[in-house]
T-cell receptor
């Protein structure tokens, strides 16, 4: 699975959009980009994933560059409850046959009032 | 639907003892994965079970083992505990055919080895 690079920490004002970048310059054609987050002392929470098209769900949007070497997770209106460590994970989609994830150090997002 | 449940939530053991942790996946989920989280190493994959069979294993010593029952509930066991085994142990389950995509994590079991 390709390696990802994320900034160790970011701040965001409450109510503003939080844009979390992820670099995955060695991503291969069959690798997906996944985002999870972990709020302090809780288990990680799945947010969103995508291959090459931009994706949106009720939690966030995922923007993947055309060359797929980087992506941005967007939380449109950050709240204090979005303060968490955000993990960008790149991995092959095994078609639902393998369930392990490789977590890096992630980005600690602090949403401030 | 109830989420992934893990018991116990907190545990204190002595070096050399063994411990068993339990995980009940979300109803209908047949895949269960286990992870260890420590401040130094972060989140590391331990093993994955699907239909009572271990499908995948991380790079951990043989002291770490697991199993899955016919109702998809899973247990992990650590024998001959070491101080370095102190960690948050997380269990995750996945919906059918989405094991590699969406994982739903439990709250974890905080194990302290003294």
């Amino acid at each position: 699975d390709a390696k990802t690079t994320q900034p160790p920490s970011m701040d965001c004002a409450e109510g503003r959009a939080a844009n979390l970048p992820c670099n995955h310059s060695t991503i291969s054609g069959n690798e997906y980009v996944y985002w999870y987050r972990q709020i302090h002392s809780q288990g990680p929470q799945y947010i969103i994933h995508g291959l090459k098209n931009n994706e949106t769900n009720e939690m966030a949007s995922l923007i993947i560059t055309e060359d797929r070497k980087s992506s941005t997770l967007i939380l449109p209106h950050a709240t204090l409850r979005d303060t968490a460590v955000y993990y960008c994970i790149v991995r092959v989609d095994y078609g639902g046959s393998q369930g392990n994830l490789i977590f890096g150090k992630g980005t600690k997002l602090s949403v401030k009032p | 639907k109830a989420g992934v449940t893990q018991t116990p939530r907190y545990l204190i053991k002595t070096r050399g003892q063994q411990v068993t942790l339990s995980c009940s996946p979300i109803s209908g989920h047949r895949s269960v994965s286990w992870y260890q989280q420590t401040p130094g190493q972060g989140l590391q994959f331990l093993f994955e079970y699907f239909s009572e069979t271990q499908r995948n294993k991380g790079n951990f010593p043989g002291r770490f083992s697991g199993r899955q029952f016919s109702n998809s509930r899973s247990e992990m066991n650590v024998s001959t505990l070491e101080l370095g085994d102190s960690a948050l142990y997380l269990c995750a389950s996945s919906p059918p055919f989405r094991q590699g995509r969406e994982q739903y994590f439990g709250p974890g079991t905080r194990l302290t080895v003294t």
